[in-house]
C-alpha cells in the first residue's frame, strides 16, 4: 500500500450522521458543529457554502469537504444578514424544496495528518462515476432497512475518497507530488510499507540512494517536515487507530510501530498526540 492509499484507507466512518434537507429561500442552515469533516453534495438546487473567511458556490453534479470542527453555513445568499438555523435533516419522505441537500459529517474518526494537508474548504466538480451511488444512498436514508448505518458508514466513505481523489489529481499539491519524487517517492515508500523498522536518516538515504544531507533537505522541501519527524507522526496515526481496538495494549502497539518499549513509545505518542496511549484503549 502506497502512501496515498495509506492517507484514504484510514477514514473510515462509524455512526456517521448522514441525512438530506429540503429548503427554499431564504435560507441559512448552519452544519458541522464539532464535525471533524463534513461531506455536503446536493442533489437538487444549488447555495453557497460559507466557512469562515471562504465561500464557494456549490451546484448539483459538485462535492463540499469542510474541515472542522467549527461550524459553517449554507446558504442561498452568502451577503444576505439573516437568521441562520441548525440542520434537520429529513430521513423519510421529503417535503418539497427547491433545494435539497446531502450531508454527511464524521466524528473524529478522520486522521490528523489528512486534515492538514486538506485545505479549510473545498468543492470538486462531479466527473459522473458517483451518481449511481448518490442515488443509491438517497435510497438507503428513505427507510429503516438491515444493516443501515454500516451502509451508509461505508458510503460515506466511498464518497469521500472518490471527492478527494479528484481533488487531488487537479490541485497536485506538494506532498502528492512527492510520491513520484525521485528521491523522496522511495523513503515515503519504505516508511509506509515497514513503520516498525528501525530506520535512521542513513538508512533511508541508503534506500533513497542518495546523502543523508541530501535527503534531509530534499524531503523537507518537497514534504514540508524532516524525514524523521514524518516517520514518528506516521507510527503515531498508525498507532492512534491500533489503540481504538478492543483488547489493544500499549506494548502490543509499540512494538507495532517500532518502538522497543513502552515508556518510549508513551513519551513520543503523548508529545505528538498530546494525550498518554491509554486515553486512546479500549476495554477488552
Not at 22 to 35: D, E, I, N, W
Request: net charge negative; glycine share 8%.
Amino acid at each position: 500500500m502506497d502512501p496515498f492509499d495509506d492517507l484514504l484507507s484510514r477514514v473510515r466512518a462509524a455512526g456517521a450522521v448522514f441525512g438530506k434537507s429540503a429548503l427554499t429561500a431564504p435560507f441559512a442552515l448552519r452544519l458541522g458543529a464539532q464535525s471533524a469533516l463534513t461531506l455536503c453534495v446536493p442533489l437538487r438546487g444549488e447555495g453557497w457554502v460559507v466557512a469562515g473567511d471562504e465561500r464557494r458556490r456549490l451546484r448539483v453534479g459538485e462535492a463540499a469537504v469542510v474541515l472542522g470542527p467549527q461550524p459553517f453555513v449554507f446558504t442561498d445568499d452568502p451577503d444576505r444578514a439573516g437568521p441562520v438555523i441548525d440542520a434537520v435533516c429529513e430521513e423519510a419522505e421529503m417535503p418539497q424544496g427547491d433545494t435539497v441537500l446531502l450531508v454527511g459529517s464524521y466524528g473524529q474518526q478522520v486522521p490528523g495528518r489528512l486534515s492538514r494537508v486538506l485545505p479549510p474548504l473545498l468543492v470538486v466538480p462531479d466527473n459522473g462515476d458517483c451518481a449511481p451511488m448518490r442515488d443509491f444512498l438517497e435510497s438507503q436514508l428513505a427507510g429503516l432497512h438491515p444493516g443501515r448505518q454500516i451502509v451508509l458508514d461505508r458510503l460515506l466513505d466511498w464518497l469521500l475518497v472518490c471527492t478527494l481523489r479528484a481533488w487531488f489529481d487537479a490541485e497536485d499539491p506538494a506532498w502528492y507530488r512527492a510520491l513520484g519524487d525521485e528521491v523522496v517517492g522511495p523513503v515515503l515508500q519504505a516508511m509506509h510499507e515497514s513503520p516498525d523498522a528501525p530506520w535512521t536518516l542513513a538508512t533511508l538515504a541508503a534506500r533513497a540512494g542518495v546523502s543523508r544531507t541530501t535527503l534531509a533537505k530534499r524531503f523537507t522541501d518537497v514534504v514540508g517536515e524532516p524525514p524523521l519527524s514524518y516517520l514518528t507522526d506516521w507510527r503515531m496515526t498508525i498507532a492512534a487507530d491500533l489503540l481504538t481496538r478492543p483488547g489493544a495494549t500499549v506494548s502490543a502497539v509499540a512494538t507495532r510501530v517500532g518502538y522497543a518499549d513502552a515508556f518510549g513509545f508513551s513519551a513520543a505518542f503523548k508529545r505528538v498526540r498530546g494525550v498518554s496511549p491509554s486515553a486512546y484503549t479500549q476495554p477488552a
